[in-house]
């Protein structure tokens, strides 16, 4: 039999705590997703907010839909940014993604592996009525890390 040992924080994360009081990491111990760099559909980039669309393997555990503030691993060096789990529902996406924005960053990155490290839940997914809105959210969601 193999042992599973979770962090609290990992524990809060997957259940979907939001309460902005409590910080899900715990003894230095963050939850954490690894993934490739794939092509998305280009529209961050578009609305001046580029992302990072991640390939994650399909038996991992993702954490609560949601927009949460994240360190970034990238080639051992460490970048702010923010990460967007779900279906993207501005865009009628029935499907999940994750999708993260480095901030200050503007390398190519495609086929590179990401680790994601979650600091904290800034918010539920919503749905805006034009991606006008959804930038505007995110450069807010961006000036609160």
Known sequence: MKKLTLALGALLLLAGCSDASVDISFNDTLFTVEGTVIKGKGRGKKIGVPTANLEINPSIILPKDGVYSVKVEYKSRFYDGIVSIG??????????????????????????????????RVRDIIKFKNQFELKNQILKDISLL
């Not at 279906?87 to 029935?94: L, V």
């Open 87 to 120: 279906e993207n529902p501005t865009f009628n996406n029935r499907f999940i993604t994750v999708e993260v924005h480095i901030i200050d960053f503007s390398k190519n990155i495609y086929n590179s592996r990401l680790k994601i490290f979650f600091k904290e």
